[in-house]
């Protein structure tokens, strides 16, 4: 099915049943507020204090407006955003040379969003055929191997949405499959990427946190498309744990365990880093609400990034309970 990647038609549809939401319409007048419009007034807890902010409309890249063009033709039926949506991809929008392999990924990945949101407007027909070949071009040269861990785990959701995108059964289930070890070799029983503890250059904070929201988008898309790796877990262990873990250092940026002195994250380091990076929580809180999760958003919603979108709105209140596994079959 091919509709929002990381969402589908009932997250629209509720989407309009609680206009009184402070959160839901916020994030709704996010679509059309001009840059610089006020959304929200929110208390941040800082350390002891507690601050009143403002959380404003920004002015977006275009792959960032691009986004929001396809949401707004999602969501509001506004056939010119999503006709700006679809010219944004005929220019070639994620495609462009980057020397940062990270970077041409996420572009990538923001692409095929922006495609799955806008494939059934009618401008796109003229030239999806096209632009499905240059993609798959695109998509084999950010999967040759790669060197860095995070690099790595976005190889991972990228195997996983393109496989969506082009209909590629193998490319799927090899994805899938990746993030499954992940799960069973790389997330700690605390939470923390094993990876991180190794890292020596001070980043292991953006680290944890990209890896995360690697490993959360991979997992949404999978989900709709059938695969529920919210609920893969081994030993106990699953990517709620990892969630939770980066979750909490948002309050409590001084306990970061893996930094000292200079290279610890402050706590505008940490507010700036989800900002821009943190949608996947509004993922995570629909999902499995982990601990803290719902207070952050408190804090920052509506939280929109270019890795996952305008997440506020399209994850907004929380999944339907999954059914738990009977024991042997008795109950």
């Known amino acids: ?20 939401d402070e959160q839901l319409s916020a994030a709704l007048g996010y679509l059309t507020a001009q840059p610089g419009t006020i959304l929200r ?27 929001v063009d396809a949401t707004a033709y999602r969501f509001l039926e506004d056939a010119q955003a ?18 940062d392999p990270l970077l041409a990924i996420w572009a990538l990945v923001s692409a095929s ?14 030239f999806q055929d096209e632009w499905l070949a240059a ?33 590629d059964e193998t490319l799927f289930n090899e994805g899938v499959a990746q993030f499954k070890r992940m799960i069973d070799e790389e997330v700690h029983a605390e939470g923390y990427l094993k990876f ?25 898309a999978a989900t709709h498309a059938g695969e529920r790796l919210w609920q893969y877990e081994q030993r106990g262990v699953s990517l709620t744990t990892a969630v939770a873990y980066i979750v909490y250092y948002y309050f409590f940026p001084d306990k970061w365990r893996w930094e000292e002195g200079d290279k610890l994250p402050t706590a ?21 609400q982990p601990r803290f999760a719902s207070d952050l958003l408190d804090e920052m919603a509506p939280i929109f990034s270019e890795l996952g979108g305008l997440t506020s709105l399209t994850h907004h209140g929380h999944a339907a309970a999954e059914p738990k596994k009977k024991f042997l079959g008795l109950f």
């Open 196 to 220: 991180i503890a190794k890292n020596k250059d001070g980043n292991s904070f953006m680290y944890q946190l990209l890896g995360v929201a690697a490993l959360s988008l991979a997992a949404e």
């Open 41 to 67: 007034e929110v208390t941040v807890h800082q350390t002891d204090e507690e601050l009143s902010q403002q959380i404003t409309r920004p002015e977006l890249t275009p792959i960032g407006q691009a986004l």
């Open 135 to 167: 993609y798959r071009g695109e998509l084999m040269d950010l999967l040759q191997p790669q060197t860095g861990h995070v690099v790595h785990i976005w190889q991972m959701t990228l195997r996983i949405v393109a496989g969506i995108v082009l209909e």
């Open 268 to 288: 505008e380091d940490v507010r700036q880093a989800f900002a821009q990076y943190g949608a996947f929580v509004a993922i995570a809180e629909y999902r499995k």
């Open 82 to 99: 999503g006709a700006r949506a679809v010219e944004a991809l005929r220019n070639g929008l994620g495609f462009a040379e980057q020397d």
């Open 1 to 20: 099915m091919h509709y929002g990647l990381f969402f589908d038609a009932e997250a629209v549809a509720k989407s309009h049943q609680d206009p009184a």
């Open 113 to 126: 969003q922006i495609a799955e949101m806008a494939r059934e407007h009618p401008d796109f027909a003229d």
